[in-house]
């Protein structure tokens, strides 16, 4: 059975920096391309950022050049690091495989001075 | 950025109703369009990719539909369980994009 298990969310400043990580069983992340997902409270879904089996990166307009995707291959792992923090970024963070079918539960950001 | 939008906003109706949702695209989209549940508290559910395959598990009174920019989600007859928000998502070309969502809720 494959789970994804999100961590490392918290409250953070405006202008601060979070890692996130999304921690994986039932499947090897390295062969396996990844999204981030978020949803800002009571909103809709807002598709983030994705890495291909192949290690190509995609991101949405809004993160682009302060969030960075990244596989850690020991920890068989996913990580969204996240630079220079604003209000809006304020969500729900949701990791899911490459074709959307396993999600995991989720971790809270908040972004608040 | 390929936009989507979602009709009706809400749609009010009772258990064994039939549910038509809608998914306009903005530019053709292929047959990479996706339909996802949500309920409460809880992540969101893959219900049908590529315009018309149900996703392992989920059961045949959902049905999808359409190519190009106009898609449609229909559930045949509506179980306690289906009351929930469905998205629309396109995956034809970055960034993705999800519509805004259809409430369905209890009339």
């Known amino acids: 059975e494959v789970q994804l298990v999100e961590s490392g969310g918290g409250l953070v400043q405006p202008g601060g920096s979070l890692k996130l990580s999304c921690a994986a069983s039932g499947l090897s992340l390295s062969s396996q391309s990844m999204n981030w997902v978020r949803q800002a409270p009571g909103k809709g879904l807002e598709w983030v950022s994705h890495?291909?089996?192949?290690?190509?990166?995609y991101y949405a307009d809004s993160v682009k050049g302060r969030f960075t995707i990244s596989r850690d291959y020991a920890k068989n792992s996913l990580s969204l690091q996240m630079n220079s923090l604003r209000d809006e970024d304020t969500a729900v963070y949701y990791c899911?495989?490459?074709?959307?079918?396993?999600w995991g539960q989720g971790t809270l950001v908040i972004v608040s001075s | 950025e390929i936009v989507l939008t979602q009709s009706p906003a809400t749609l009010s109706l009772s258990p064994g109703e039939r549910a038509t949702l809608s998914c306009r695209a903005s530019q053709s989209v292929s047959s990479y369009l996706a339909w996802y549940q949500q309920k409460p508290g809880q992540a969101p559910r893959l219900l049908i990719y590529d315009a018309s395959n149900r996703a392992t598990g989920i059961p045949a009174r959902f049905s999808g539909s359409g190519s190009g920019t106009d898609f449609t989600l229909t559930i045949s007859s509506l179980e306690p369980e289906d009351f929930a928000i469905y998205y629309c998502q396109q995956r034809s070309s970055w960034p993705l994009t999800f519509g805004p969502g259809t409430t369905v809720d209890i009339k």
């Open positions: 899911a495989r490459g074709a959307f079918d396993n």
């Open positions: 890495i291909s089996s192949s290690s190509s990166t």
